[in-house]
């Protein structure tokens, strides 16, 4: 699977948040009011968390969110821009032409999000 790309784009991988988000990955989509599936800008697939915003506010937000349960940057988690591709870390994936991203090495077969 994939999830879509907004302009800016908050990216976890959900083994990162079962493992570190306390009560894993089913407390943590019932926190954000995600149980029943994708709401908004916040929605996954079965291997990652995708959160969007027009603005660095919002994503700063999320950032320090994160930072401060454990999570680190380009191992758990990233941010991209999506005119700014350039720097992302080796575990995702991303396909421009279909404003996609993806787990690294797990096939691509259908689109969430958007």
Avoid: R
């Amino acid at each position: 699977m994939a999830v879509a790309l907004e302009c800016i784009n908050f990216i976890v991988k959900i083994s990162s948040i079962e493992a570190k988000y306390e009560g894993g990955w089913q407390l943590f989509k019932e926190h954000l009011g995600i149980i029943d599936g994708p709401s908004g800008p916040k929605y996954y697939d079965e291997y990652l968390f995708h959160d969007g915003a027009m603005s660095g506010t919002a994503i700063d937000g999320m950032f320090d969110f994160f930072e401060n349960l454990g999570f680190v940057e380009n191992e758990d988690f990233c941010v991209a821009e999506t005119l700014m591709l350039g720097h992302l870390p080796d575990w995702l994936k991303v396909d421009q032409l279909h404003e996609s991203a993806s787990l690294a090495g797990v096939p691509k077969t259908k689109l969430v999000g958007l």
